[in-house]
């Protein structure tokens, strides 16, 4: 592993940035193994929650929805797994062998809704070995976070110092993005002694089949992200990262290298990677370390230390500070043009106009300097100049 990935998160030295998040892909030793050999980080486990319909997941629990038109389509996975399937005492023994043959860090993460099981638990992964904890905080089909979104500040700023008083390992607290506020949510994070925070877990969702009136998948809501989710993610972590002192796991939508150098921009210190290995296998590890790596290369990084956090604070605009003159007017390449229309349909300023001799199109007065028909035109003939 080359040495500039390296990174420490809260005290675990890890040997890249790229973690594997909690979910099925870190469910037993053989996916950490993979986790391992292809050169992540650490794994934060599969969540091993104290509510026992949790420990049961139905079949299928999955289906990926491509839906849309043309130029306008979403990728969203949309899934209904639940948590770790075998006792604590199960998942404790697990542990136990990651740390005895495997050299990547194993982050345990329990979901419980009594401060005993918390208490409890948290000194049985400590035990056996975990490196550190992180407690599931998010998970969108857990009741105490599905029915009780309104109380979740109320449930960290209770549970974490229960966590943090039974163990001396590093403890992670992970988010769901079904708040009001993220940035007060990691402050609340912050006061209860949380050492880092895990920017997201995945929202409930909805698919509906039309012609049986039903949800998809179970009849219910399900968990359900893609590649989009990243926007979110990002916004809210370059949020975090000036209001808190707390190092950020980010997490969501990671679908290449350029990712991963996106959420460290934003102030991540390491960043958690889930569908993808669901869809493309655990070798893709390698790709985005690789990516990560071309990136430092290209712009002379000596560690990933030195682009962290670059993207916040003062290098994000505030509404006040956009500056609004109107600058930039479309222009039409006529060599390129084809007339195929697609522009003038979708102008809402009727600023382009068809010359039906030249059979092309062309800019009028009403342009508005949108920018949105050079991201349409199929032949790439429209670009945005100075006015
Ligand atoms: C099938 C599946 C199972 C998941 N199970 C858990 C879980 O047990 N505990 C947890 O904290 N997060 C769980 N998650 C959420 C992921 O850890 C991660 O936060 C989320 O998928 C966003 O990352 P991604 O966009 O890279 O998939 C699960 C996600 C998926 C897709
Ligand atoms: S979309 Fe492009 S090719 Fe089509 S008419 Fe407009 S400028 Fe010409
Ligand atoms: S830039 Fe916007 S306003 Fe101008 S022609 Fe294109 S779509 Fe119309």
Known sequence: ??????????????????????????????????????????????????????????????????RGKGDYT???????????????????????????????????????????????????????????????????????????????????????????GAVSIPVFTKMTPQIENPVFTAKVMEAAGSDGITAFSRCLGMDIDIENQVPVLHGGYGGHGGPWSIHYALRWISDMYTKTELPISGCGGVVEGDDIVKYILAGSTTVQVCFLIYTYGYSIIEKLNEGLLAYMDKHGYKSVEDFRGIVTGSK????????????????????????????????????????????????????????????????????????
């Not at 060599?335 to 030249?358: A, H, Q, W, Y």
């Not at 949108?370 to 670009?383: G, M, W």
């Open 1 to 66: 592993m080359d040495e500039r990935l390296k990174v420490n998160y809260a005290g675990l030295e890890l040997r890249s940035p790229i973690i594997l998040a909690s979910s099925g892909i870190t469910k037993a030793y053989e996916n950490v193994a993979k986790a391992d050999k292809y050169g992540a980080g650490a794994v934060v486990l599969k969540t091993k929650f104290e509510e026992e319909l949790m420990a049961h997941s139905p079949t299928p629990r999955f289906t990926i929805i491509r």
């Open 74 to 164: 979403s990728t969203t996975n949309m899934s209904y797994e639940q948590g770790y399937e075998f006792s604590i005492d199960d998942y404790c023994d697990e542990i136990r062998r990651m740390k005895a043959d495997l050299e990547i860090k194993v982050i345990a993460s329990i979901g419980c809704s009594t401060k005993e099981c918390w208490a409890e638990w948290a000194k049985k992964v400590e035990a056996a070995g975990a490196d550190a904890i992180e407690m599931n905080l998010s998970c969108p089909h857990s009741d105490y976070v599905m029915g009780n979104t309104g109380r979740i500040n109320d449930f960290i700023a209770e549970m974490t110092p229960v966590v943090k």
């Open 316 to 387: 994000i605009k505030m509404l006040k500070d956009v500056d609004r003159t109107k600058t930039l007017i479309a222009s039409i390449d006529e060599n390129l043009c084809v007339g195929c229309g697609r522009c003038t349909d979708i102008c809402i300023f009727d600023g382009i106009s068809f010359d039906p001799e030249k059979k092309k199109a062309f800019i009028n007065a009403k342009c508005d300097g949108c920018a949105l028909c050079p991201c349409f035109c199929p032949r790439k003939a429209i670009s945005m100049v100075k006015r």
